[in-house]
């Protein structure tokens, strides 16, 4: 296990509702990735984090904001939840140089938003 | 800007059969690549890797894979599957300095029947 604890697992909300999920690591290691997946799309990266304090955006960030005020923590917030941003979130973690930028992820946040 | 394409989205196999899960890629730059298996309701493991080196990567589950820069090819077999091979299966690209951002194919369904 590489070490990664999603919360919450699952979450039904509603249209409209500020929702953050938390990735939390226990690797200590410096990049931190949200990707969503999709049926049809694979997973594509939302945001993204290089350190704390330090966060960019991927492919699919509209309507997603990110934070990171510590190393083990990377928090993910739909400001205002649309029924397109139902899916499966996946957090991931990049390992040191020494394992060759290989990228462990968590089990998974299932989404529902009615 | 680098992308993946996975030429099969399903793949229905015999048990005890050979499987072929075909990867291409596109980078302007040298690459990475990455097979992840995912299991239902779970989260993605790493099957192999291919950082430099040999082009034959061998992995888990009695797994390999072979890069053809040529080809830009990155191909998944496995020479004879079981019953509990039955997953998706994700190749993913990254390069040198894109801070282990991994772009993702859309997935392989692999079936294996009895």
């Known amino acids: 296990d590489a070490g990664i604890t999603q919360s919450p697992r699952h979450k039904v909300t509603e249209t409209g509702t500020p929702v953050t999920l938390r990735c939390h690591q226990t690797?200590?290691?410096?990049?931190m990735y949200w990707y969503r997946q999709d049926p049809g799309h694979g997973l594509r990266l939302i945001h993204y984090s290089y350190g704390v304090k330090d966060t960019d955006k991927g492919e699919v960030s509209d309507g997603y904001s990110v934070s990171r005020s510590k190393t083990e923590d990377f928090l993910l917030t739909l400001e205002s939840a649309t029924s397109s941003q139902t899916s499966v979130y996946f957090c991931?973690?990049?390992?040191?140089?020494?394992?060759?930028?290989?990228?462990?992820f968590g089990e998974g946040s299932w989404l529902t938003v009615v | 800007a680098q992308s993946v394409t996975q030429l099969d989205s399903q793949v229905p196999v015999f048990e005890e059969a050979p499987v072929e899960l075909r990867c291409n890629y596109s980078?302007?730059?040298?690459?990475?690549l990455f097979w992840y298996v995912q299991y239902p309701n779970q989260g993605l493991q790493l099957l192999l890797k291919?950082?430099?080196?040999?082009?034959l990567v061998k992995g888990i589950n009695g797994f390999e894979a072979e890069f053809n820069k040529s080809q830009t090819s990155f191909h998944l077999r496995k020479p004879s599957v079981h019953i509990s091979d039955t997953a998706e299966y994700f190749c993913?690209?990254?390069?040198?300095?894109?801070?282990?951002?991994?772009?993702f194919g859309e997935g392989t369904q692999l079936t294996v029947n009895p």
């Open positions: 980078s302007s730059v040298s690459v990475y």
């Open positions: 690797e200590n290691h410096r990049y």
């Open positions: 991931a973690i990049s390992g040191p140089r020494v394992s060759g930028n290989t990228i462990y």
């Open positions: 291919y950082l430099s080196g040999s082009t």
């Open positions: 993913a690209v990254t390069s040198r300095g894109s801070g282990s951002r991994l772009t």
